[in-house]
């Protein structure tokens, strides 16, 4: 059975910090494509950011410089640093792990609120 757990997500204040994890069982891990997207009440999900399994990254231009994705293969979690956050970044945060069309899996979802 294929898990993606999350967790860090939380209320921050802006300008501050969090560092989201998802720690994933069931898969290969190191051969994934890992991710983060988010979704914002109304607004379709959005891809923040990715990183391959050789750890090629990829961010959406909104957190370019703000935000790290990273991933620990001996541990088979995927992290995401997010830095001088904004209030447009709250919303709900959405682990996926991807390989192939037919094996591509998702996280239950956390929310991350930036507020002050």
């Known amino acids: 059975q294929v898990q993606l757990v999350e967790s860090g997500g939380g209320l921050v204040q802006p300008g501050g910090s969090l560092r989201l994890s998802c720690a994933v069982s069931?898969?290969?891990?190191?051969?994934?494509?890992m991710g983060w997207y988010r979704q914002a009440p109304g607004k379709q999900r959005e891809l923040v950011a990715a990183?391959?399994?050789?750890?090629?990254?990829n961010y959406a231009d909104s957190v370019k410089g703000r935000f790290t994705i990273s991933r620990d293969n001996a541990k088979n979690t995927v992290y995401l640093q997010m830095n001088s956050l904004k209030p447009e970044d709250t919303a709900v945060y959405y682990c996926n792990a991807k390989w192939v069309v037919t094996r591509n899996y998702w996280g239950q979802g956390m929310q991350v609120t930036v507020s002050s």
């Open positions: 069931g898969i290969t891990f190191s051969i994934y494509t």
């Open positions: 990183i391959t399994s050789g750890g090629n990254t």
